[in-house]
């Protein structure tokens, strides 16, 4: 019987960059899945590209489940010139490679665990959801959620938390502020206006805004408020022309409790007053992209049984997690995996390979307690 390690070892060498379709991770998947214990489901679409992408649904039972275990199978790009990218290594207790730690090791824990199990002896529906297209914008996750295809009282999604249960999270907002001058030679600045000073103007308001929004705690997240950023500046086309355009690309990431909008109606309202302030000044905000928070369920009894199990405290994270896409399919939901986000995303990305085995046996008490007993193991 192949143990997590060796789960994520075969994992990690099927390469799945969201830009690639992630077919084969699902194959690898469905080969591990006991056909006599599961029945399959597959929701296939298409993206922006045409590429064909898979989401695997599994259950043990009826369409409502007692414990639904989430996990993505796509991971962000990695440098060609990290060899360990796609050809795993264990050293010093770390398995190195490109979605070790986000989050094919937590999908080496769930399919370790419910090979070691006998899940067809469970009472109550187990299921698991594995999913495409996370990392850009969890399109598997509000795919799977508007078809309604399944409904479980727990949940838990998959993400590197340490082994810590996650009960919330902060959302997600994109938006681009476009502003708009008019061109003209350098050397004759009057005949023109430049979009670059208007958006310095607006840069400086924005700073206000992040200031404003610090000032509304959620003690449970650190920081505790809604954070803002400007990530990008992008104006002009030549020193001695006068910008006739410049772009600016402003995130936030809202905490529960936050109305997502408010920090759009508060950059509105600056780009307002500039307006009333400086006559010709013509700036637009388009949001692009608005993910909800992930809300704490009513109840904690998911989050406490893995609290006492992994022996770590419920926590939040400042990330967007799929968690918050599934809330209308499920009662309680936790985000929970191994491995420490802070690794992830880069060269060298790693998860410790304790944590797997840690995992694996966390949730095999996990699926045995809510939807038990299976006192037979396989
Ligand atoms: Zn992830």
């Known amino acids: 019987m192949k143990s997590a390690v060796d789960h994520l070892l075969d994992l990690v060498a099927i390469p799945s960059v969201s830009s690639m379709s992630n077919r084969s991770v699902i194959d690898y998947a469905l080969a591990e899945l006991n056909p006599t214990a599961w029945s399959i489901q597959l929701y296939a679409y298409r993206d922006a590209a045409g590429i064909e992408k898979v989401n695997l649904l599994a259950t043990t039972g009826a369409r409502v489940a007692e414990l639904l275990l989430v996990c993505h199978t796509d991971t962000v790009p990695f440098d060609s010139a990290w060899p360990e990218a796609v050809n795993p290594k264990v050293r010093n207790g770390k398995l190195y490679g490109r ?7 937590y999908l080496a824990c769930i399919l370790a665990a419910v090979s070691e199990l006998d899940v067809r002896r469970l009472s109550k529906p187990l299921a698991i959801l594995l999913t495409a297209d996370e990392e850009i914008g969890c399109v598997g996750a ?23 249960p996650v009960r919330a999270g902060k959302g997600y907002a994109l938006a681009e502020i476009v502003v708009r001058g008019k061109e003209a030679h350098s050397a004759f600045p009057a005949r023109g206006r430049s979009a670059i000073y208007d958006g310095a103007r607006v840069v400086a308001r924005l700073e206000q805004v992040a200031k404003k929004l610090a000032a509304r705690k959620n003690a449970d997240f650190d920081p505790p408020y809604t954070t803002l950023n400007v990530g990008l500046i992008r104006g002009g086309t030549a020193k001695n022309i006068v910008p006739g355009e410049c772009r600016i690309t402003v995130e936030w990431r809202p905490v529960p409790g936050v109305d997502p909008n408010w920090p759009a109606m508060l950059i509105q309202e600056e780009l307002a007053r500039l307006k009333r302030r400086y006559p010709g000044f013509d700036a637009q905000l388009d949001v692009q992209r608005m993910d909800p928070t992930f809300d704490p369920s009513s109840t904690d009894a998911l989050a406490t049984l893995v609290q006492s199990l992994a022996r770590r405290r419920p926590a939040t994270v400042a990330f967007g997690t799929e968690a918050a896409h599934l809330r209308s399919l499920t009662t309680e939901t936790i985000v929970f995996g191994p491995g420490n986000m802070e690794t992830a995303h880069k060269t060298g990305e790693f998860v410790p390979t304790a944590e797997l085995n840690k995992c694996v046996e966390i949730l095999k008490k996990v699926i045995e307690r809510l939807c038990g007993p299976s006192d037979h193991y396989a």
């Open 99 to 105: 979605g070790s730690c986000d989050v094919k090791g």
């Open 142 to 164: 509000k795919y799977i959620a508007g078809k309604n295809a399944i409904r479980s009282r727990y949940a838990i999604v998959g993400e590197p938390t340490g082994l810590r």
